[in-house]
């Protein structure tokens, strides 16, 4: 693959914004650009790391960027606008689906494994909706830790939505604000979670790719699925009587149309990089 800083940051920023939102994966998107084996290989080892930390340090950086920008304005739509949001949310989330079966790259018909693997992503989101409460979660040090190795978790392994799971413990305006007013006290356990998240679980999910990637694959279009049947059932438990349908197909029509036009952009840097 070709090395190009350029495309490395547009991906990084885009999935960055996109890992901020409820419901999307910044993981899957890392895996429509093209970028996310090479960089589950180069963070599981300090020897491949550091062949490759141009790479990593480009692409960390403008995840992060795309990030902050995007929770800016997060918490003013979703205040605003929340159902119309969350059906938007969805439909970015069901864009992605085709993208991960085309790089999973497999011809035959899914076996045992790949479906077991399957129910078993898909299960554990619909579990994470089901078990939400109404209690947030104090915003303690080690609660801003789990914060931190969740975005990372959710970095790692595709499909994974760090937002989603944040709304379900009740953490996630949490997060918003840390970032959107850069509260550096906050923000500073979420790294330290986030750093260690990574250092424990990159080289496990890089060694599932290598030599079990058909139950990875199956496992990261479970949890694509399942991340985007919760937030459109959570959608739909948002509306209220006739005046919400407008909204509501507003929010899936913007939704298709951005997804598919990210989807466009990935397959162009795929085709830019392959070259």
């Known amino acids: 693959m070709k090395d190009d800083p350029a495309s490395t940051a547009l991906a990084g920023a885009v999935a960055g914004a996109i890992s901020a939102l409820p419901g999307a994966s910044g993981a899957t998107m890392l895996v429509v650009f093209g970028q996310y084996e090479r960089l589950m290989k180069a963070l599981s080892g300090v020897r491949r790391l550091a062949k490759d930390v141009r790479f990593v340090a480009i ?34 989330v069901l864009c992605q689906i085709p993208d991960v079966k085309a790089i999973e790259g497999r011809s035959e018909p899914a076996g045992a494994a790949w479906w077991g693997a399957f129910v078993a992503g898909f299960v554990a ?56 007013d850069l509260n ?20 496990v999910m890089s060694s599932c790719l290598e030599n079990h990637r058909t139950g990875a694959f199956g496992l990261i279009m479970g949890l694509t699925v399942g991340s985007m049947v919760t937030v459109f059932a959570e959608a739909c438990l948002s509306m209220s009587g006739a005046g919400s349908l407008l909204p509501a197909a507003a929010g899936i029509v913007l939704g298709l149309a951005f997804g598919y036009a990210l989807r466009l952009l990935a397959r162009k840097i795929r085709e830019k990089d392959e070259n």
């Open 59 to 92: 692409l960390g950086i403008a995840v992060v960027v795309g990030m902050v920008a995007c929770s800016f304005c997060l918490d003013f739509v979703i205040e605003r606008w929340r159902m119309p949001a969350l059906f938007f949310f969805s439909m970015l």
């Open 125 to 180: 989101m619909v579990a994470i909706f089901v078990a939400r409460g109404e209690s947030a979660v104090d915003p303690s040090i080690p609660a801003l830790v789990l914060v931190g190795a969740i975005f990372a978790l959710a970095k790692i392994l595709p499909g994974v939505s760090g937002s989603t799971i944040l709304v379900a413990l009740g953490l996630y305006d949490m997060f918003l604000d840390a970032v959107a």
């Open 184 to 203: 550096f006290g906050h923000l500073a356990p979420i790294l330290l979670g986030a750093v260690a998240a990574v250092l424990l679980f990159a080289r």
